[in-house]
């Protein structure tokens, strides 16, 4: 099993900026890469970022590429998601996921969320 707990989700203006953190814990030697997710009120849930837990290459989804830049710290489990320049449209709950595979699976592992909320 691996535990997720993701922080630092808030209000924040449009053009500003928020870093993101997802705390693993217990059998991350077998992920092999996590990734970010966000859900906006009445929309599905749709891919952000994906960085791969060894070796460390990254993936952004065309509407953050950019903007935002993941990122890990194997020494303290955790994957960092910096979201800069930051407008409404990106108001969502924002979840890690983390996978053994290259792909990401409801049955993967998953955080709790956390709200970020983006003012015009």
């Known amino acids: 099993q691996v535990q997720l707990v993701e922080s630092g989700g808030g209000l924040v203006q449009a053009g500003g900026s928020l870093r993101l953190s997802c705390a693993a814990s217990g059998r991350t030697f077998s992920v092999y890469a996590v990734g970010w997710f966000r859900r906006a009120p009445g929309k599905e849930r749709e891919f952000v970022a994906r960085i791969r837990w060894s070796g460390g290459s990254t993936y952004y989804a065309d509407s953050v590429k950019g903007r935002f830049t993941i990122s890990r710290d194997n020494a303290k489990n955790t994957v960092y998601l910096q979201m800069n320049s930051l407008n409404p449209e990106d108001t969502a709950v924002y979840y890690c996921?983390?996978?053994?595979?290259?792909?990401?699976?409801?049955?993967?592992?998953w955080g709790q969320g956390t709200q970020v909320t983006v003012s015009s």
């Open positions: 996921a983390a996978s053994p595979g290259v792909g990401f699976k409801e049955s993967d592992y």
